[in-house]
């Protein structure tokens, strides 16, 4: 199983960026996939998850109204879109893969896959 995250990178405020992760040995389509980000010296956060079966989707807080996520299950990809950013939305951004077929979650430990993370900078 392999989870490959791209797509970070230096935006102004206000700015977008659409983060990908390209999923190998596993299908997307039944899997719970989840974002989750970690700033320097803080705690990995939850961002957004969408759910296996119907696709419902799930935020936090931080990140409802700005961010979407999605999925493509023809490239076995999720996406992460991610508008009116804010340099508080500085991180790490991880994807993460939870086989149990049961509701969102959003904590971490609830997680068996991870990618390798993606830096966004978002400049003031």
């Known amino acids: 199983v392999q989870l490959q995250a791209c797509g970070g990178g230096l935006v102004q405020a206000g700015g977008s960026l659409r983060l990908s992760c390209a999923a190998s040995g596993l299908p997307v389509s039944r899997y719970n996939m989840a974002w989750f980000r970690q700033a320097p010296g803080k705690e990995r956060e939850f961002v957004a998850a969408i759910r296996w079966n119907a696709g419902g989707t799930y935020y936090a807080d931080s990140a409802k109204g700005r961010f979407t996520i999605s999925r493509d299950n023809a490239k076995n990809t999720i996406y992460l879109e991610m508008n009116s950013l804010k340099p508080e939305d500085t991180a790490v951004y991880y994807c993460?893969?939870?086989?149990?077929?049961?509701?969102?979650?959003?904590?971490?430990?609830?997680?068996?896959?991870w990618g390798q993370g993606t830096l966004v900078t978002v400049s003031s």
């Open positions: 993460a893969a939870d086989p149990s077929y049961s509701n969102i979650k959003s904590r971490s430990r609830e997680y068996d896959y």
